[in-house]
């Protein structure tokens, strides 16, 4: 049965993009959104993280849990889930030094 998924995808090839938008509606600069099957959604999942490289993916579509969806991420970020007895839960990671200036000085 198909449902609709969210990805996002950030500092990735174009070509990864152009292949997005044959399955998912960009709705905004790198936010795709669209109804797809199951099989449908883990090739696009794979071909996302695969070439990630030093950018970011993160998927998001519906699952039969307490919550109501599953999230997959791929890439570097600061922001990591992990499972606190069956919920996905987000752990922040410590912000790298030029970060840190940034938000010091505006």
């Known amino acids: 049965m198909a449902s609709m998924i969210a990805l996002s995808v950030t500092a990735v090839p174009d070509h990864l993009r152009g ?27 794979s071909a996302a993280s695969g070439c990630a490289g030093d950018g970011v993916a993160v998927l998001v579509y519906p699952a ?28 922040f990671g410590k ?3 030029n970060e840190v200036k940034e938000t010091a000085n505006p």
């Open 19 to 45: 292949a997005l938008t044959r399955w998912l509606l960009e709705v905004t600069p790198h936010l795709y959104v669209g109804t797809v099957s199951a099989k449908v959604r883990d090739e696009l999942w």
């Open 64 to 91: 039969a849990n307490e919550q109501g969806f599953e999230l997959r991420t791929a890439g570097e970020q600061r922001r990591r889930p992990v499972d606190f007895d069956g919920l996905t839960l987000l752990a």
């Open 95 to 97: 912000a790298n030094v």
